[in-house]
């Protein structure tokens, strides 16, 4: 059992770049979530989505897309990167139910030069 | 949501219990409390969730009051391994859907 798959581990793009990160998970969840986290703090919603085919804003969603064309599937775009986008992102999904536990997958070291 | 004030770090050494407290002071009714444990270069993991009174796994307890406006997470008898961030959530995701972190309480065991 997978549980969350977050391609790729690691990538270094150039200011300006695009890219895309995918998360799979194999629990049947309506739910899941793209965070980021930087050196020395919590993680922050980027985007979220309760659902195949919609998509929400977290708390710093400004440089990224998201789409969730199937439930199994969230993919998180940087159109043009920045150094600012240097971090690690996490991706996790759920069920819906609130007393339910989210999972999480092992994350994306990406770095922006 | 409700906002969630926890401590930036504390130290304990092995083998003592560890109590970390988390206050939400504008805990809603359907609001259950959660928390999730980080090894660095990993994602967060589920540790133990609650609504009222105690609840007890293999890994923690959890300590909820009558008012619910804080909560606070026990863990017997720790090891160097339990160095970690611990993060309380508190929300009801059925309705709202996303789920926020905080700062988190970041726990070094000393031997």
């Known amino acids: 059992n997978a549980g969350v798959t977050q391609t790729p581990k690691f990538r270094v793009l150039k200011t300006g770049q695009s890219m895309t990160l995918l998360c799979a998970q194999d629990?049947?969840?309506?739910?899941m979530y793209w965070y980021r986290q930087d050196p020395g703090m919590g993680l922050r919603l980027i985007h979220y989505?309760?659902?195949?085919?919609?998509?929400a804003k977290g708390e710093v969603p400004d440089g990224y897309n998201v789409s969730r064309l199937k439930k199994q599937n969230f993919l998180l775009g940087l159109e043009s990167a920045a150094p600012s986008q240097t971090s690690v992102y996490f991706c996790?999904?759920?069920?819906?139910?609130?007393?339910?536990?989210?999972?999480f997958g092992q994350g994306t070291r990406l770095t922006v030069v | 949501l409700a906002k969630t004030t926890q401590p930036i770090s504390m130290d304990s050494y092995e083998g003592q219990e560890v109590n970390i407290t988390c206050s939400h002071n504008?805990?809603?009714?359907?609001?259950?409390i959660t928390w999730y444990q980080q090894f660095p270069s990993q994602g967060p993991r589920f540790i133990i969730q609650?609504?009222?009174t105690k609840v007890t796994n293999e890994v923690a307890s959890l300590f909820i009051p009558a008012d619910r406006k804080s909560s606070t997470l026990s863990l017997p008898r720790v090891s160097l391994s339990d160095t970690a961030v611990y993060y309380c959530l508190v929300g009801d995701r059925g309705s709202q859907g996303n789920l926020i972190f905080g700062k988190g309480t970041k726990l070094s065991v000393k031997p």
């Open positions: 504008n805990i809603a009714t359907n609001d259950y």
């Open positions: 609650g609504y009222k």
């Open positions: 996790a999904s759920s069920p819906p139910q609130g007393n339910t536990e989210a999972f």
């Open positions: 989505s309760v659902g195949e085919g919609t998509t």
């Open positions: 629990m049947n969840h309506e739910y």
